[in-house]
């Protein structure tokens, strides 16, 4: 799809990509014969991780490289100089572990539909359709031979509201399954072919010991079979690799060991020290983690790890880094369930126990104590909805006792090393991908905004955000309630426009429903309320393909400000009104 076609449709949806300016130049989708390729960033604070902070001095960025950086260095003659008095620099930052950039989650029927098929598990069967195993290639939700970079889908709005936040790269995890396949190290840039956004591919392979459950004939459904599975895999992976290099040597009057994607694939992995991400969240998880995951020969990580607090001793005697999930949990709203975050309340007049009080008020404290016991860490938003939270509650973490520097480096050269890529990424060097954010401030102050973010070397100017009171900000106490019907206002250079919207929120915070136009209806098809914030997705339906378009903003009572944005990161600032709360839908 041309992005000139995402753009002409959401003039039309309330999501106009018109020319505006100085943005129009440095948000578009592709590379302009007119567009610079060198910029040098002057009298700027630069922040370059590697070493100390130069209080005042130059970037110089050329063909997508760091060319300079210093107080003395010198600016080439056809350089685009941006005066960095009053900003600071810092290196792009790393969400080391999201699904942004694989568009919006398919519902749980179509995502099984015509999945089945040796050696991927056979999804789909259920009840008496199961069919009998018929041996090592029927494996419940096993394919690690997938890979995340053939899955991007550059129609994902997200990729720009995470390069707004300052996110310029992310390692992208497929969904869904045991061993789901390998993760890519994906730029948040902005092409029409989304290959020239992979930094490294494969990256990683996750782990997930609870993905399967329910899958091909039940099993594992128990967590004693879940863990004895995932051994098992690696375990065939071993033997396989071993009777392959014994054929290969002698293969005259030996039978050939049968050809199997899942072993080939792992075996792999195991021979070339591939990181493996295992998940384990509380302190029991992180415990068995330790004991398990050294049995498969493999370099590997441990990810979320939010009660790590509680067993630091263990992971440092360990010698592993760890990816820490910063969703952090918080109470559920009255009458909610339980949630993502790795443990929220469970709401309503039922008192909660003692140890998830102390979880979730201990959490934020995990970073500081693994830093103090000199574990590496990096950094993921793990289902966070707004990446401006991701900072925020990254900020928890500062408040509970983990060095503001510490923080800075988990986000950026901490996450680059543990992911292997610290040659090319996660510092301001000479000879890196230049991935920066410019801020206005320190970054992990609230009010900081976002001035210019550049990737591979291209700038984008993220758009205004709007301010949001103190006591909205964050994700803890109650959601604002999105409910009801909004008329919506926006301005584009063919004038003043207006659109219709319905949402319906639930207790936990997730959002349904619609945004309507002349054009069309398009599904809300996925959407959270955290505090007075929203970050709500819809599936726009062009020439055929869906695309995502994004609302993001605040709410105040009745009325709500904030932006849409397309998959190009073309942003318009919008407002909206809710006529009465909770009312029939308005006239069209």
């Known amino acids: 799809m041309r992005a000139r076609d995402v753009r002409s449709i959401l003039s039309a949806l309330v999501l106009a990509a018109c020319a505006l300016g100085v943005w129009s130049f440095y948000a578009t989708d592709r590379a302009r014969a007119d567009e610079p390729s060198t910029f040098a960033i002057k009298n700027a604070r630069i922040v370059p991780v590697s070493g100390a902070v130069i209080p005042n001095g130059t970037v110089v960025i050329s063909h997508g490289l760091i060319q300079a950086v210093g107080a003395n260095a010198t600016i080439p003659p056809d350089a685009r100089v941006i005066d960095g008095t009053g900003l600071t620099v810092y290196p792009g930052l790393i969400d080391a572990g999201t699904d942004v950039g694989l568009g919006a989650l398919a519902a749980p029927a179509a995502a099984a539909a015509g999945r089945g098929g040796g050696g991927g598990g056979g999804r789909g069967a259920t009840g008496g359709n199961v069919p009998i195993s018929r041996g090592p290639e029927d494996r419940p939700g096993t394919t690690p031979w997938e890979n995340a970079a053939d899955q991007l889908l550059s129609t994902d709005a997200r990729m720009a509201t995470w390069r707004n936040s300052g996110f310029t790269t992310g390692l992208v995890i497929p969904r869904n399954g045991i061993f789901p396949g390998h993760a890519a190290l994906v730029n948040f840039g902005a092409a029409d072919r ?308 319905t949402f319906q929120m639930a207790a936990d915070g997730t959002v349904g429903g619609s945004v309507s136009s002349p054009y069309g209806t398009a599904p809300v098809t996925r959407g959270t309320v955290t505090g007075n914030q929203f970050s709500i997705t819809i599936s726009l339906l062009l020439n055929g393909q869906s695309v995502d378009i994004l609302l993001s903003g605040a709410l105040n009572g009745n009325q709500m400000t904030g932006t849409f944005g397309s998959p190009d990161g073309t942003s318009i600032p919008f407002t909206g009104t809710r006529p009465r709360a909770g009312a029939e839908e308005v006239r069209r």
């Open 194 to 501: 989304t290959d020239e956004l992979v930094v490294k591919a494969p990256a990683a392979l996750p782990v997930n010991p609870q993905g399967g459950r329910g899958e091909f004939t039940g099993f594992p459904g128990a967590l004693m079979g879940q863990i004895s599975y995932v051994r098992q895999v690696f375990m065939d992976a071993q033997w396989y690799a071993q009777a392959q290099q014994i054929y290969e040597a002698h293969p005259q009057g030996n039978e050939r060991p049968a050809y199997d994607h899942t072993n080939a694939v792992i075996g792999h992995v195991i021979a070339n020290k591939e990181l493996v991400m295992f998940p384990s969240q509380t302190d029991v998880q992180i415990l068995r983690a330790l004991k398990l995951a050294p049995t498969f020969g493999v370099r590997w990580a441990l990810t979320g790890a939010q009660q790590g607090y509680e067993v630091s001793d263990a992971i440092k005697a360990a010698n592993i880094p760890v990816i820490v999930n910063v969703n952090w949990p918080v109470a559920a709203a009255a009458g909610a369930g339980g949630g993502g975050g790795g443990g929220r309340g469970g709401g309503g007049d039922t008192p909660e126990p003692l140890r998830t009080l102390r979880f979730r008020d201990r959490a934020p404290s995990t970073p500081g104590v693994l830093v103090k016991a000199a574990v590496k860490i990096a950094f993921m938003s793990g289902g966070v909805a707004n990446p401006r939270d991701i900072l925020r509650n990254v900020s928890k973490s500062i408040a509970a006792g983990l060095p503001a520097d510490a923080a800075i480096r988990a986000l950026t050269f901490g996450a680059a090393e543990i992911l292997g890529v610290s040659d090319r990424l996660g510092t301001i060097e000479p000879g890196k991908i230049a991935n920066l954010v410019v801020t206005d401030g320190d970054i992990f102050a609230d009010t900081t905004k976002m001035k210019w973010v550049f990737v591979d070397g291209r700038p984008f100017i993220p758009p205004p955000v709007p301010d949001v009171p103190a006591a909205g900000r964050g994700g803890g106490g109650a959601a604002s309630d999105i409910s009801g019907s909004w008329n919506i206002t926006f301005t584009t250079d063919q004038g003043s426009m207006q659109a219709n919207a």
